[in-house]
């Protein structure tokens, strides 16, 4: 995390802003006869291009990100923060006349961004990629470096946030925070301004985060149903009460066939399954976001000899507040949510802590 508090530096508060931003737009030999622009839904509109370069003045607007669209080619996004901003579309950027003002500083997050997540890709393809290890070994080195960095990526996001309060930077920081606890998550979604809570995005990712926090370890589960197979409901319909509640600690793994890292977890999954599956223990699968035939061949093909419900699609993850898969929990014999996002050995050590051995 080498760079952290330079970085944290760019990110610094600016007086308001002007009512107006002036944006100049510049091409090379490929110019268009025009260019739109868009500022979340209260401009839209097209300005001419001449002589390879164009400038409009559009109303400040710090809470939508906005974007410039030439057709056929990918929007150059902005902030509209009342400076002047150039554009230069030959090498998809946007600079701005005021080094401390949110479109200066969303340039210097976006770099940090980018250089954090090349660098955090190249780690974990290096260990993908090393042949000397087994799957087991692969997840336990990939968990302990997500371990190792996650700290000082969440301290960059939160320093983020607290300087950009009223403006999409913000946004984009707490949208980007990796937080466990639903409550440290609602927690830094209220830090943001009325108007950015007026979002709907925003207002979306605040009922999924109460959401979570509603099934969060410490209670009882929420039941769902599922129809695996449309065309004979009555014979095909499960419940998550079914495994559930009934008196054993149970493992549920919620995942789908073309997630890689749900495939990659499965080694992990049937080492606790073989070490503990019995009188008080079993597992469950419940495929998401997934085709059902795709469903039953992944199934077959890694050998998954525990229960499992297919077809679930949005049901479980809009409940539960999941956001990305795998998503493992851990239910208590009574339907208590024990334990939630495990991952890695913290799965056995997990069940072997419940089960007290």
């Given amino acids: 995390m080498t760079g952290v508090a330079a970085a944290m530096m760019t990110v610094a508060c600016s007086q308001g802003p002007a009512a107006?931003?002036?944006?100049?737009?510049?091409?090379?030999?490929?110019?268009?006869?025009?260019?739109?622009?868009?500022?979340?839904?209260?401009?839209?509109?097209?300005?001419?291009?001449?002589?390879?370069r164009f400038e409009a003045v559009v109303p400040t607007?710090?809470?939508?990100?906005?974007?410039?669209?030439v057709?056929?080619?990918?929007?150059?996004?902005?902030?509209?923060?009342?400076?002047?901003?150039?554009?230069d579309f030959d090498e998809g950027t946007v600079s701005s006349s005021d080094k401390k003002g949110v479109q200066s500083r969303y340039n210097a997050y976006t770099a940090w961004m980018?250089?954090?997540?090349?660098?955090?890709r190249e780690h974990m393809g290096g260990i993908e990629a090393d042949t000397t290890l087994d799957e087991a070994e692969k997840a336990a080195r990939a968990e302990a470096y997500y371990d190792e960095v996650i700290g000082?990526?969440?301290?960059?996001?939160?320093?983020?946030?607290?300087?950009n309060t009223d403006n999409v930077l913000g946004l984009a920081a707490v949208s980007e925070l990796e937080l466990d606890d639903p409550a440290e998550k609602a927690a830094a979604l209220g830090k943001l301004s009325d108007e950015l809570k007026a979002l709907p995005q925003v207002a979306r990712m605040i009922a999924l985060y109460e959401t979570k926090e509603k099934t969060a370890e410490g209670t009882m589960f929420v039941d769902f149903e599922?129809?695996?197979?449309?065309?004979?409901?009555?014979?095909?319909?499960?419940?998550?009460?079914?495994y559930v509640g009934r008196g054993k600690w149970v493992i549920v793994d919620f995942w789908a066939s073309w997630c890689g890292p749900c495939r990659r977890e499965m080694p992990n999954l049937k080492a606790v399954y073989e070490q503990?599956?019995?009188?008080?223990?079993?597992m469950l699968s419940v495929a998401v976001w997934d085709k059902v035939d795709a469903t039953k061949a992944a199934a077959a093909e890694l050998g998954i000899p525990w229960n499992q419900i297919v077809n679930a699609q949005r049901i479980p993850t809009d409940l539960y507040g999941i956001e990305g898969i795998p998503h493992i929990i851990l239910f208590a014999p009574d339907g208590t949510i024990a334990k939630r996002g495990?991952?890695?050995?913290?799965?056995?050590a997990a069940v072997a802590e419940a089960l007290g051995r």
């Fill in 61 to 69: 607007d710090i809470v939508n990100m906005a974007q410039i669209s």
């Fill in 226 to 242: 599922v129809v695996q197979d449309p065309e004979d409901p009555e014979a095909s319909t499960v419940r998550l009460s079914d």
């Fill in 20 to 52: 107006t931003t002036q944006v100049v737009g510049t091409f090379g030999e490929q110019a268009p006869e025009a260019v739109q622009i868009v500022i979340g839904e209260s401009l839209d509109t097209t300005v001419a291009v001449v002589d390879g």
């Fill in 114 to 120: 980018q250089d954090f997540m090349t660098d955090y």
């Fill in 71 to 87: 057709e056929g080619e990918a929007p150059v996004a902005f902030v509209a923060d009342g400076t002047t901003l150039t554009v």
């Fill in 342 to 348: 495990l991952r890695g050995e913290k799965i056995g």
């Fill in 152 to 163: 000082g990526y969440n301290a960059y996001l939160q320093q983020t946030l607290a300087a």
């Fill in 276 to 282: 503990y599956h019995g009188d008080d223990f079993d």
